[in-house]
C-alpha cells in the first residue's frame, strides 16, 4: 500500500476545524430546529388516532432529522477534542452541544410522552402503517421505555440541570487529562509525554520501560486522584438521584435497557465467563514463566514475548488488514481500503491527543472517522482493525432509516472484534517458527484476558462502586480499595502488583451518555466468537449471513438477534461455552508449545 496520510481528514464534513464558519452556521440552525420542534411537540395535545397516519408520519420524520443533524454535529465536536484536547474552540463548542443535548433530550421527553399517550389500538396501527413500518421496533420501544421515566417536564428539567452538573464533570475529567504531562525515564533520558504516549508503553519489550511508565503514570494519577474522585462521585450522585426519582432500585436497570439485554443473559454472560477462568490463569502463570518471573505483575500483562520489539509501520499494517479482511469478505477488505485512502483515520503518534481509540459516524455525510494512536506494535494494528469493523458495521446501515440504525454498546462491538479476530488469526498462520506462533498466541490472548478478567474487574468495581455511593461520598482510599479488590478477584489473585488507581485512569468511568461502559466489552468479544465459529463452519456463504445480522442490530432486541440469525438462546450457558471453547484452545495450543517437554 502507498504512504498513508495519518492525520485524519474533516474538512470534507466542515471546513475550518474548531473555527469553522459553516459549522457554527450549522450550529445554529440545529438550536432553531430543536425549538420549533419543541414547540411543535408542545403544542401537541390531543392524542393521535389511528386517522392521524400522515401527522404522525410527518411528526416522526422531523425528530428523525433532528436527531441526525445532532449526531452529525456531536461526531465532528468528538473529533475536534480528541485531537488536540487542548483545542479551546473546541471546548467551549462541546459546552454548546451539551446545552443543545439538553434541548434536544426536552423534545426527545415530548416526543416519547406523545407516544406514551396514543391508545394502545391506535398506537399498533400507526406503527403498521407503510410509512412507518421498518421503524416499528424503534417506535415501540421508546414507548415502552417512556413508561419508565417521569413527565415530561420534570425529565426536561433533569436534562437542563445535566449540562452544567452532569455532563460537567465529564468535561472536567477530559481537561485535567489535557493538562497532565508524563515524565518517564525512557531509554536512558527523560522525556516528558502525553498520557496516550506513556500508555502505548505499558506493552513495551523492555520490562524496565513498562515499569518506569506504570510507576510514572500511576504516581499522575494518583497527584490528581482527589479531583478524579469528585468527578467520579458527582457523576454517580446525579446518576443515583436520578433513578431514585424514576424508582429504579437496580444500577443495571438503564444499561441494560440500553443494551436490549435482559439480566439473565448478562448474568449467565458472566457466570460461564468465571468457570473458565481457570485456563486462563494457566496461561498467566505459563508467561510469568517464559518471562522468568515468579508472578506478573499489572504492567506484565500486555508484554510481548518477544526479545525486541520489532515495530511494523502504518502502511504495513493497513495491508495486512485489507488483505485479511478480503479472505472472508471482499465487502469488509473494499471498505477498509477506502476509509484509509480516504484519510477517515487520525492515527498520528503526536502530543495532546486524548488517550484511547474510537469511532464515531457522521449520519448525514455517511461517513465514519477512526481516533486512534499509532505507533508501530501489533497491539496497534489490532486496534486499527477493531475500530474499522466499527465503521463497516455503520456502513451496512447507512441506508436504514436513521432511528434503525440506534444500535446499543454490546452489539457495537460485535463486527469490531469479529475483525480483530480476523486479524490475530492471520498473523498467528503466518508465523514462521515457533517461536513467532507463541509469540502471536501471547498476543492473542492478552485480549482473551483483557475482555475476560480486566473488564470483568471494571464490572465488578463499578457495581460495587455504585452500592457503596448510595451510603454517601466514596473516599480514594476507598476507591483504591475497590478498585485492587475487584483486580484480585477478576485476575483470581495472579498478579503480584495491581493497578489501584485504574478507576482514575479510565475514561470508561467518566462518560455521562452511557452507563456502565464495560460488559458490552466481553459481551461483543463472546458474541463475536460465537459467530466467528460459525462462519469458519460455513465457509464463505456467511459473510452475507453475517452482514444481515448486523444490519439488524438497530432493530431487535439482543437476544432475539441472536435467536433470529444464529439461533441461539443468550440466556443458557451452551453459546457463551462455544465462545469459550474456541478461545481457551488457543490456551491449551499455547501451553503445549511452551511446555519443558515440547
Known sequence: MNTLNQQWELDSIFAGGSESNRFHTFLNELDQAIQAARKQLETQKIPFTHNDVQPFTALVERYESLCKQFNEAAAFIECLTAQN??????????????????????????????????????????????????????????????????????????????????????????????????????????????????????????????QAAFHALESAWSDHADLFAAALNHIAGFRIAEYRARGWDDILDEPLDYNRLSKQTLNTMWETVTSYKPKLTAFLKRKAELLHLNTLSWYDIDAPLQTSSEKISYEEAASFIVNHFASFNSNMASFAKKALENRWIEAENRPNKRPGGFCTSFPISGQSRIFMTFNGSTSNRSTLAHELGHAYHQSLMNDLPYLSQDYAMNVAETASTFSEMIVSDAGQAQAKT?????????????????????????????????????????????????????????????????????????????????????????????????????????????????????????????????????????????????????????????????????
Open 85 to 210: 484536547i487542548k483545542d479551546q474552540a473546541a471546548a467551549q463548542a462541546n459546552n454548546r452541544m451539551h446545552s443543545l443535548g439538553a434541548e434536544l433530550d426536552a423534545v426527545n421527553s415530548l416526543f416519547e410522552t406523545v407516544l406514551r399517550e396514543i391508545a394502545d389500538a391506535d398506537f399498533q396501527t400507526l406503527i403498521n402503517a407503510p410509512q412507518l413500518r421498518a421503524i416499528s421496533f424503534s417506535l415501540n420501544e421508546k414507548r415502552t421505555l417512556s413508561r419508565k421515566k417521569l413527565e415530561a417536564n420534570q425529565e426536561q428539567l433533569i436534562s437542563a440541570l445535566a449540562v452544567d452538573g452532569y455532563h460537567a464533570w465529564e468535561d472536567l475529567y477530559y481537561q485535567l487529562i489535557g493538562k497532565m504531562e508524563i515524565t518517564i525515564a525512557h531509554h536512558g533520558k527523560k522525556e516528558t509525554m502525553s498520557v496516550s504516549q506513556a500508555n502505548n508503553l505499558l506493552d513495551d519489550a523492555d520490562r524496565s520501560v513498562r
Open 434 to 598: 515457533k517461536q513467532e506462533r507463541i509469540a502471536f498466541l501471547s498476543d492473542k490472548l492478552g485480549r482473551s484476558v483483557a475482555l475476560l478478567m480486566n473488564i470483568h474487574a471494571r464490572f465488578l468495581f463499578e457495581t460495587r462502586f455504585y452500592e457503596a455511593r448510595k451510603a454517601g461520598t466514596v473516599s480514594v482510599d476507598q476507591l483504591n480499595q475497590l478498585m485492587t479488590e475487584a483486580q484480585r478477584e477478576a485476575f483470581c489473585n495472579q498478579l503480584d502488583t495491581y493497578h489501584p488507581t485504574f478507576w482514575a485512569s479510565k475514561l470508561h468511568f467518566y462518560i455521562t451518555n452511557w452507563p456502565f461502559y464495560n460488559f458490552p466489552y466481553t459481551f461483543g468479544y463472546l458474541f463475536s466468537t460465537g459467530i466467528y465459529v460459525q462462519a469458519l463452519q460455513e465457509g464463505p456463504a456467511f459473510a452475507k449471513k453475517y452482514d444481515a445480522l448486523l444490519r439488524d442490530t438497530g432493530r431487535m432486541t439482543t437476544e432475539t438477534l441472536a435467536k433470529h440469525h444464529l439461533g441461539a438462546d443468550l440466556t443458557k450457558p451452551d453459546f457463551w461455552c462455544t465462545a469459550l471453547d474456541y478461545i481457551i484452545r488457543d490456551v491449551d495450543e499455547f501451553l503445549a508449545l511452551t511446555s519443558s517437554n515440547n
